[in-house]
Antibody, heavy 124, light 106 residues
Framework: QVQLVESGGTLVKPGGSLRLSCAAS????????MSWIRQSPGKGLEWLAY????????LYADSLKGRFTISRDNSKNTLFLQMNSLRVEDTATYYC?????????????????WGQGTLVTVSS | SYVLTQPPSVSVAPGQTARITCGGN??????VHWYQQRPGQAPVLVIY???DRPSGIPERFSGSHSGNTATLTISRVESGDEADYYC?????????FGGGTKLIVL
């Protein structure tokens, strides 16, 4: 079955950097668009970025202002999120999610499978 | 980009029907997707492309979309349906989630 397992979340100081990983299994990873979505404590869902089947297609939420970078390693079935210049307001649970549609050229926008999330806490 | 508006909460007695709305300017041309998030868990897709139900989701869950309002309907509500529900669209170069609705089963 489809499994997505995030890791890398931890306590980091403001201004610091962190790299999150999402290990995928149970499906052909390279066939799917992938996204990162976060949820601040007690708040709603916020989509951050998606990446196409290769690194060629990426899109970010305007709010990130270039601080985050999404990437993937299809040989290792792993999705990444590099987060720089972290702020207190970046404190959240970070989820990776798989798009529903296999082998498509364009992002489908349907997040059919989610990982369990990894908690990032930004605090001094 | 779109702004999706959901009621903060909806209350319903067990066995009754719950309706959760999602409104937004100009979403009439976009597909709306719905996610259920139980406390302490990751979101789960319950309706996609306005009306389609993923495998494993009970038939009690249904979706509709008319004009600028989409609706998630849960029939014969059970205590296990108590959760936060989020609508979402992908359009205009943005993925947007609604603010979420807490379904309270009385």
């Amino acid at each position: 079955q489809v499994q997505l397992v995030e890791s890398g979340g931890t306590l980091v100081k403001p201004g610091g950097s962190l790299r999150l990983s999402c290990a995928a299994s149970g499906f052909t990873f390279s066939d799917y668009y992938m996204s990162w979505i976060r949820q601040s404590p007690g708040k709603g869902l916020e989509w951050l970025a998606y990446i196409g089947r290769s690194d060629s297609a990426v899109l970010y939420a305007d709010s990130l202002k270039g601080r985050f970078t999404i990437s993937r390693d299809n040989s290792k079935n792993t999705l990444f999120l590099q987060m720089n210049s972290l702020r207190v307001e970046d404190t959240a649970t970070y989820y990776c999610a798989r798009d529903k549609y296999q082998g498509v050229i364009a992002f489908g926008g349907v997040h059919s499978h989610w990982g369990q999330g990894t908690l990032v806490t930004v605090s001094s | 980009s779109y702004v999706l508006t959901q009621p903060p909460s909806v209350s319903v007695a067990p066995g009754q029907t719950a309706r959760i709305t999602c409104g937004g300017n100009n979403i009439g041309s976009e597909s709306v997707h719905w996610y259920q998030q139980r406390p302490g868990q990751a979101p789960v897709l319950v309706i996609y492309e306005d009306i389609d139900r993923p495998s494993g989701i009970p038939e009690r869950f249904s979706g509709s979309h008319s004009g600028n309002t989409a609706t998630l309907t849960i029939s014969r509500v059970e205590s296990g349906d108590e959760a936060d529900y989020y609508c979402q669209v992908w359009g205009g170069g943005h993925v947007v989630f609604g603010g979420g609705t807490k379904l309270i089963v009385l």
